[in-house]
């Protein structure tokens, strides 16, 4: 009875965050939303209106339908609840269209959409080794994870002021992720194969998912020293990941194959027309390599070692174009990109299949995966480093060295999406809930480890502390300054290279980790 009594205990405090959390995004329903709202609007209007031959044609809008095909169903779904909100955001014309019932609609599908990441929250709480019984709830490593993932400030913002639908396609992934602690292998399989079509961004961690089912499913035993007993692969289990993956994908690109229409639809998916960064350069490799050829022009023309006409005019006003010309450094090619992605994902792999060490072998290798790709991927956007944060916080509430690595990447991290929202009534918004999530953070992971080591060092604490004076100059004094008109790319431009620092530490830290940890007889028995 004293178990049933605490279970229904459990189940009361993960309903009240859960609650907490959703009546919050309730609230943010009338703040500023950027032009993602307008995208999925023309999206909900092109899926409605048009046969699907013509999903992947339509461009009335510049907002074209370029994610894959389950993702067009899931519109197509909500456009038929939509036409009873307001028929009119349902016109392929009506560009830009926001009449109150559409941003009613936009906003409450994203909080309806989020109940499976909440169930997702849910399992992967279930996963976690509560091996300290903490007598206070609040210092269960349950109740932490529950709390950084559910309350997360990243998601928050980009889902729900900024706009989008990130919510239900993590909660894909961490059920992913939790079917595969459970060893519920191929459930695990095939809710990570539907997430591809839904978002094809998820291909960034494909590989770990990749190795950790070939190495954990389809060899089904190891040798006592841990290495892989190769007698022991199972045809049979290839086979019925090869259907599932099969399967969903003849579902989802099945009807565009018969169409003829396969071409088409991956030009939209992978355009690689774009330019190396996006506009406001996300926090990665790329960003100190473009910082560091600006600086190296300049340095150039002041002692005379560039000709200044044979300069792109734009390079140095523009800032942060879309096409950015390299002056100084080699310019960067698609291939570049994918080379050294490939390149810097390949330890992370040979880790998992080398060095198994179950669930948490596996997510590490996860998250090398999305950093890795963050920092060296084609047109990276900002919001990608969700896509690493997210699962450090399953292991950063079992080990301190994880929660000390966790810590920087998700301060440094969510800081980088502050010029996501640049509007003035958001500042306060974005500033007192980055501050609640990371206080909460810092004191929660350090209660959790106290008996251990200082989570952060002092290197690391001073370069998390130097990020209040960077907003105070970027969002305070710089706009007071007469640099605005001539350079309004630098606050950007600060953000960006500041926090790239952060995330290539981050990578760097966590890779030392990994390749140089021992493991356990124990670990090499399972």
């Given at each position: 009875?004293?178990?049933?009594?605490?279970?229904?205990?459990?189940?009361?405090?993960?309903?009240?965050?859960?609650?907490?959390?959703?009546?919050?995004?309730?609230?943010?329903?009338?703040?500023?939303?950027?032009?993602?709202?307008?995208?999925?609007?023309?999206?909900?209007?092109?899926?409605?209106?048009?046969?699907?031959?013509?999903?992947?044609?339509?461009?009335?809008?510049?907002?074209?339908?370029?994610?894959?095909?389950?993702?067009?169903?899931?519109?197509?779904?909500?456009?038929?609840?939509?036409?009873?909100?307001?028929?009119?955001?349902?016109?392929?014309?009506?560009?830009?269209?926001?009449s109150r019932a559409t941003i009613f609609f936009q906003r409450f599908s994203v909080i309806f959409t989020d109940i499976l990441f909440i169930y997702a929250v849910r399992e992967c709480c279930r996963c976690v080794n509560g091996k300290r019984a903490a007598k206070d709830i609040l210092e269960k490593p349950t109740f932490i994870l529950?709390?950084?993932?559910?309350?997360?400030?990243?998601?928050?913002?980009?889902?729900?002021?900024?706009?989008?639908?990130?919510?239900?396609?993590?909660?894909?992934?961490?059920?992913?992720?939790?079917?595969?602690?459970?060893?519920?292998?191929?459930?695990?399989?095939?809710?990570?194969?539907?997430?591809?079509?839904?978002?094809?961004?998820?291909?960034?961690?494909?590989?770990?998912?990749?190795?950790?089912?070939?190495?954990?499913?389809?060899?089904?035993?190891?040798?006592?020293?841990?290495?892989?007993?190769?007698?022991?692969?199972?045809?049979?289990?290839?086979?019925?990941?090869?259907?599932?993956?099969?399967?969903?994908?003849?579902?989802?690109?099945?009807?565009?194959?018969?169409?003829?229409?396969?071409?088409?639809?991956?030009?939209?998916?992978?355009?690689?027309?774009?330019?190396?960064?996006?506009?406001?350069?996300?926090?990665?490799?790329?960003?100190?390599?473009?910082?560091?050829?600006?600086?190296?022009?300049?340095?150039?023309?002041?002692?005379?070692?560039?000709?200044?006409?044979?300069?792109?005019?734009?390079?140095?006003?523009?800032?942060?174009?879309?096409?950015?010309?390299?002056?100084?450094?080699?310019?960067?090619?698609?291939?570049?990109?994918?080379?050294?992605?490939?390149?810097?994902?390949?330890?992370?792999?040979?880790?998992?299949?080398?060095?198994?060490?179950?669930?948490?072998?596996?997510?590490?290798?996860?998250?090398?995966?999305?950093?890795?790709?963050?920092?060296?991927?084609?047109?990276?956007?900002?919001?990608?480093?969700?896509?690493?944060?997210?699962?450090?916080?399953?292991?950063?509430?079992?080990?301190?060295?994880?929660?000390?690595?966790?810590?920087?990447?998700?301060?440094?991290?969510?800081?980088?999406?502050?010029?996501?929202?640049?509007?003035?009534?958001?500042?306060?918004?974005?500033?007192?809930?980055?501050?609640?999530?990371?206080?909460?953070?810092?004191?929660?992971?350090?209660?959790?480890?106290?008996?251990?080591?200082p989570l952060l060092n002092w290197l690391e604490t001073i370069y998390l502390i130097q990020l209040v004076p960077l907003e105070i100059f970027c969002e305070i004094i710089f706009p007071l300054t007469p640099w605005k008109r001539h350079f309004p790319f630098v606050p950007l431009l600060l953000t960006s290279v500041y926090c790239a620092?952060?995330?290539?530490?981050?990578?760097?830290?966590?890779?030392?980790?990994?390749?140089?940890?021992?493991?356990?007889?124990?670990?090499?028995?399972?």
């Amino acid at each position: 009875s004293a178990r049933r009594v605490m279970a229904a205990g459990g189940r009361s405090w993960f309903r009240a965050l859960a609650l907490g959390v959703s009546f919050l995004k309730c609230l943010l329903i009338p703040a500023y939303y950027s032009t993602d709202f307008e995208v999925h609007r023309n999206w909900l209007a092109i899926t409605h209106n048009l046969p699907l031959s013509q999903w992947y044609y339509e461009a009335t809008s510049e907002w074209t339908l370029d994610y894959p095909p389950f993702f067009a169903w899931f519109e197509y779904a909500l456009s038929h609840v939509a036409k009873y909100f307001d028929p009119k955001m349902l016109v392929i014309e009506n560009l830009n269209y926001t009449s109150r019932a559409t941003i009613f609609f936009q906003r409450f599908s994203v909080i309806f959409t989020d109940i499976l990441f909440i169930y997702a929250v849910r399992e992967c709480c279930r996963c976690v080794n509560g091996k300290r019984a903490a007598k206070d709830i609040l210092e269960k490593p349950t109740f932490i994870l529950a709390v950084l993932l559910l309350w997360n400030f990243g998601l928050l913002i980009v889902d729900h002021i900024h706009f989008q639908y990130n919510g239900f396609l993590f909660g894909l992934m961490l059920l992913s992720v939790a079917r595969l602690c459970q060893k519920r292998y191929l459930e695990g399989a095939l809710l990570f194969a539907v997430l591809l079509h839904f978002k094809h961004i998820y291909m960034y961690v494909a590989p770990a998912y990749g190795i950790y089912l070939l190495r954990s499913y389809c060899f089904t035993a190891n040798n006592a020293d841990g290495s892989l007993k190769w007698r022991s692969f199972s045809l049979l289990h290839v086979t019925l990941l090869g259907l599932i993956v099969c399967l969903v994908s003849a579902l989802s690109l099945g009807p565009f194959i018969v169409l003829g229409q396969l071409p088409q639809v991956l030009s939209r998916l992978f355009p690689f027309k774009r330019g190396l960064c996006h506009a406001y350069w996300a926090p990665n490799f790329w960003a100190l390599y473009n910082a560091m050829d600006k600086a190296l022009t300049i340095f150039g023309l002041k002692c005379n070692f560039l000709d200044p006409t044979k300069i792109p005019k734009a390079s140095m006003t523009g800032g942060l174009v879309q096409e950015f010309q390299h002056t100084v450094l080699p310019s960067v090619t698609p291939l570049a990109t994918l080379i050294c992605t490939f390149i810097s994902i390949l330890p992370s792999v040979f880790c998992l299949w080398f060095k198994p060490q179950g669930p948490r072998g596996f997510l590490q290798c996860l998250v090398l995966c999305a950093l890795s790709s963050f920092m060296f991927g084609w047109h990276v956007h900002e919001k990608a480093i969700l896509l690493a944060i997210l699962p450090l916080s399953l292991l950063s509430v079992q080990r301190a060295k994880d929660a000390g690595i966790y810590l920087i990447l998700t301060t440094t991290g969510h800081f980088s999406l502050f010029p996501l929202l640049f509007t003035s009534p958001e500042l306060p918004i974005k500033i007192l809930l980055m501050l609640l999530f990371t206080v909460y953070s810092f004191s929660s992971l350090k209660s959790l480890f106290r008996r251990e080591r200082p989570l952060l060092n002092w290197l690391e604490t001073i370069y998390l502390i130097q990020l209040v004076p960077l907003e105070i100059f970027c969002e305070i004094i710089f706009p007071l300054t007469p640099w605005k008109r001539h350079f309004p790319f630098v606050p950007l431009l600060l953000t960006s290279v500041y926090c790239a620092l952060g995330v290539t530490y981050v990578w760097l830290k966590l890779y030392i980790s990994v390749l140089t940890e021992r493991i356990s007889v124990r670990q090499k028995a399972e």
